[in-house]
């Protein structure tokens, strides 16, 4: 879900993170105890080798995923995939994913839409998916209160890409608007469909499932061709699988850059030694303070809260998503910069890759 977001406009120390920590805790929060185990993510972590991840093992992780990135590839998005598919097919379990990301281009003219879009095809144990996800250029999330811009401007935008993605794909996919939403619906009964709405006015994303994993191969592929031309940045990810069963997908491209992700279970006043291990080449988060509005804001609507941080190369900052505004645009600013006692901006996260 893509949340409204501001961060800190002056990066910390780790001890000014826990200052910062505790400055919250008087003001009323309730915030992570530096003894207290927390769930932190890692995110692209640029490694030499795959072998990198041993600097974690120290810690319990999660979901440790490698990405395989190309920012100037070149060749047939219908044969990489098939290459993926080879490979996982040696090593699939219940616990392992693989997906290949791949740009393709809105042609109708958008306003509230980026051309740019993304597609994945991807492969669990039992089926493969094809997941299609467009980026608003504004965020208004499910339930905004104040006044929507647009509206009917969204909606026609996003019925009409949709539209234009599904005939490219050919997929029985049926885009309706109902009660002012966008919606989308399959008659397909041998399949889970999967609609996500990360802001207002109907779905961004969809993915579609089939027991038939190369079911997708060649219309993904039609939609890719909608890219105008090579290069194009590429991105696989792989989750699940053991170094051994890596080492082998790492063949499928040449010298591509390799980056992990992963959740990593410590606690809050280890964060500073994790973030020693990723060598200012990873960003790590971890949420501070979960609340809702009214307990510290007795005016406008109540609406949910997390504070947390973003560390990398060696220095933090906080960050704070909101699923709505409590109050306008400007007066909610002021009154998060009060609350946490530090400068923001305004800082949405984009949508992809």
């Known amino acids: 879900m893509r949340e409204h977001r501001w961060e ?42 795959l072998e990198e991840i041993r600097k974690l093992d120290g810690w319990v992780t999660e979901d440790v995923t490698l990405l ?12 990489l995939a098939g290459r993926y598919h080879t490979v996982f097919q040696q090593f699939q379990s219940l616990q392992t994913y693989c997906s290949i990301a791949h740009p393709w281009t809105i042609q109708c003219p958008t306003a509230t839409l980026s051309p740019q879009a993304w597609l994945w095809l991807g ?24 006044e929507a811009p647009q509206e009917q401007c969204w909606l026609t935008e996003r019925q009409e890409a949709f539209r234009e993605c599904i005939a490219a794909l050919d997929l029985p996919i ?35 499932n089939s027991p038939d994993p190369f079911e ?8 890719a061709a909608t890219w105008p031309s090579p290069p194009v940045p590429v991105r696989a990810y792989m989750t699940g699988f053991t170094t051994k069963a ?32 990723l060598a200012s080449r990873g960003r790590i988060y ?10 510290v804001l007795s005016e406008g609507r109540n609406t949910a809260a997390i504070i947390g941080f973003v560390g990398f190369e060696g220095r933090f900052q906080l960050e704070i998503r909101l699923n709505q505004h409590p109050l306008s645009h400007i007066d909610t600013t002021r009154w998060l910069e009060r609350l946490v006692d530090t400068p923001l901006i305004y800082a949405p996260l984009p949508a992809f890759p």
């Not at 990066?11 to 400055?23: D, H, N, V």
């Not at 049926?174 to 469909?193: M, N």
């Not at 802001?199 to 993915?207: K, N, R």
Request: glycine share 4%; hydrophobic share 35%.
């Open 8 to 49: 800190s406009q002056f990066p910390f120390s780790f001890q000014e993170l826990l200052a910062a920590t505790e400055r919250m805790r008087s003001a009323g929060l309730t915030t992570m105890h530096p003894e207290k185990e927390m769930i932190v993510y890692i995110e692209e972590w640029e490694v030499d080798n």
């Open 123 to 146: 492969f669990r144990h039992t089926h493969g998916f094809i997941r299609i996800r467009l980026q608003t250029t504004e965020i208004v999330t499910p339930g905004e209160w104040l």
């Open 68 to 79: 395989h990135v190309l920012d100037q590839w070149q060749g047939d998005y219908f044969l």
């Open 286 to 295: 971890g949420s501070l303070a979960e609340f809702q509005t009214e307990s």
């Open 174 to 208: 049926e885009v309706h608007l109902i009660k002012d939403t966008v919606q989308l619906q399959t008659p397909r009964p041998d399949t889970p469909f999967f609609c996500s709405w990360p802001d207002a006015f109907g779905p961004c994303q969809f993915e579609l």
């Open 246 to 277: 890596l080492a082998n997908f790492s063949q499928i491209l040449e010298a591509p850059r390799l980056k992990y992700r992963c959740s990593l279970h410590c606690c809050l006043h280890e964060i500073g030694e994790v973030q020693e291990q």
């Open 216 to 223: 997708f191969l060649v219309p993904g592929s039609r939609l």
